[in-house]
């Protein structure tokens, strides 16, 4: 695939929940208020798979597959990873990534932030992707204190359980983040660090 030119890629990985879309909102804010001029934009692997399948979720189960109900979400959930999958697979891994490398070059953007990175179970995956294309890839552990030791998340799955040690060997930058009541309370937690990659895109 050719170089996207142009434009500074970055992404987040991590667990699912652990915090990906909110520091990629986060870190968003922080660019434009350092720089209103400069374009940023977030992309998702997920987000072709959810309108690919938006319809018939809606049609056969009366379920938007962009829902934001947990209860809702769990229903779908097994449906989205499945034909995710079978996509990658019939595709030889290109299938998303062709997609989102199409979306990211046509865009007017300056920054592309990508808000969930999570295949690297082979060289030319998502992260063998990303790499080539010189981005810069950010990694996300949360964790709850219980007196002096931190609890860590546990993988939700199996393919994240997989996927995510090689993403955080792979990464610029590794967060071990608490988990936090709400987003304001992320917000604080990151703003800083925020802050200081601003420099890496201006």
């Known amino acids: 695939m050719n170089q996207i030119q142009d434009k500074k890629l970055v992404a987040f990985c991590g667990y699912c929940r652990a915090g990906k879309n909110s520091f990629g909102d986060i870190l968003q804010k922080t660019l434009l208020d350092a720089a209103p001029n400069l374009k940023v934009e977030q992309f998702s692997f997920a ?5 690919e ?8 189960f009366n379920i938007s597959a962009f829902t934001e109900d947990e209860e809702e979400k769990k229903i779908i959930r097994p449906i989205l990873i499945a034909y995710g999958n079978a996509k990658r697979i019939q595709s030889k ?3 998303w990534i062709e997609k989102i490398h199409k979306k990211i ?11 969930d990175l999570r295949f690297a179970e082979t060289e030319d995956d998502e992260l063998g992707w990303f790499q080539s294309q010189r981005g810069k890839l950010f990694h996300i552990k949360r964790y709850v204190q219980k007196g002096e030791k931190k609890v860590f998340q546990s993988a ?4 994240e359980k997989e996927n995510d040690p090689k993403l955080e060997a792979a990464a610029f930058r590794r967060y071990k983040l608490p988990i936090v009541k709400n987003k304001e309370e992320f917000f604080k937690t990151v703003k800083d660090e925020c802050e200081n990659l601003i420099g890496l895109f201006l």
């Open 47 to 51: 987000y072709a798979l959810r309108l």
């Open 53 to 60: 399948l938006d319809q018939f979720l809606k049609d056969n």
């Open 93 to 95: 891994n290109k299938y």
């Open 105 to 115: 070059e046509k865009s007017d953007c300056d920054v592309a932030i990508i808000t």
């Open 156 to 159: 939700p799955n199996e393919f």
